[in-house]
């Protein structure tokens, strides 16, 4: 019997699934961005899109709509002329802010350091083995 080192040899293959599923959710580029942003507050869905550059404002919508489906955010409208819909994170999304800004500031602190690895890898000076 082959024993699988790592985090992955304590969890069940159903929970790895479930797992998988979260971290494909919460890893995504829009969800780290979006629960990053809310970190201040309930915020119009207009300052969001403001607020996050380079996002469509679909992929804003279907990225909130899952980070609703799960817990993280939730949706208010309120009955005005115009419309108002805000958007806040639930104590679940909150208690993974500092998990998602922790990966954000990793990013940004090596953000030189990996895109040189990138254009060295891209130039061909790296091979696969």
């Not at 780290?32 to 201040?40: A, D, R, Y």
């Not at 409208?77 to 819909?85: G, I, K, L």
């Not at 890898?121 to 083995?129: K, N, P, W, Y």
Request: glycine content about 6%; overall charge negative; proline content about 5%.
């Amino acid at each position: 019997m082959r024993t699988v080192p790592g985090p992955c040899a304590q969890w069940s293959d159903r929970d790895a699934d479930f797992i998988r599923e979260i971290l494909d959710l919460v890893g995504d580029k829009w969800s780290v961005l979006i629960i990053g942003t809310l970190e201040s507050g309930p915020t119009r869905y207009s300052d969001l899109t403001d607020a996050i550059p380079g996002i469509s404002q679909r992929m804003l919508t279907l990225t909130l709509k899952q980070l609703r489906r799960n817990g993280l955010v939730t949706r208010t409208a309120y009955p005005e002329v115009p419309p108002r819909v805000e958007y806040a994170l639930t104590d679940l999304g909150a208690s993974l802010l500092s998990t998602v800004l922790a990966l954000a500031a990793w990013s940004a602190d090596h953000h030189t350091e990996i895109r040189r690895h990138q254009q060295r890898f891209d130039a061909g000076s790296e091979q696969d083995g």
